[in-house]
């Protein structure tokens, strides 16, 4: 299984329409497939949208707690659909900062709405 992020499908900071994959699969033996190709097309549909509630670098002592608040909201076209908006925190490598681990930080939290941050943990 391949995941690709719509960064990864960016070209110039613009997201595209039309996207060609070349596929080969080798096994542990050497052997591989043919290439076969996929073309995949966009669907033109608007997206989520999404905010936090915190500020762009947040300063914490070890004995503080603090919670960062997301929003999400879905573009008009779905609504009157049941639709339920799943959250999931995670820490995204930046070479900038000490790496955090987020699940000893935040415990539970990372699959909640609310973030919240123990400073001792960090």
Known sequence: ??????????LDGELGTFFDFLVVVR???????????????????????????APEYLLMKVSQERAVLASASLPACFDGVNIKIEYRW????TG???E??????????????????????M
């Open 1 to 10: 299984v391949v995941k690709l992020e719509s960064t990864d499908l960016e």
């Open 90 to 93: 995670e820490v995204v490598p």
């Open 100 to 121: 955090v681990d987020l699940a000893a930080a935040a415990g539970t939290s990372v699959t909640q709405r609310t973030l919240r941050l123990r400073g001792a943990a």
């Open 27 to 53: 096994d542990f033996l050497g052997g591989k497939s043919e290439r076969v190709a996929l073309n995949v097309t966009r669907a033109a549909l608007p997206i989520p949208t999404m905010s936090l509630e």
């Open 96 to 98: 900038q900062a000490v």
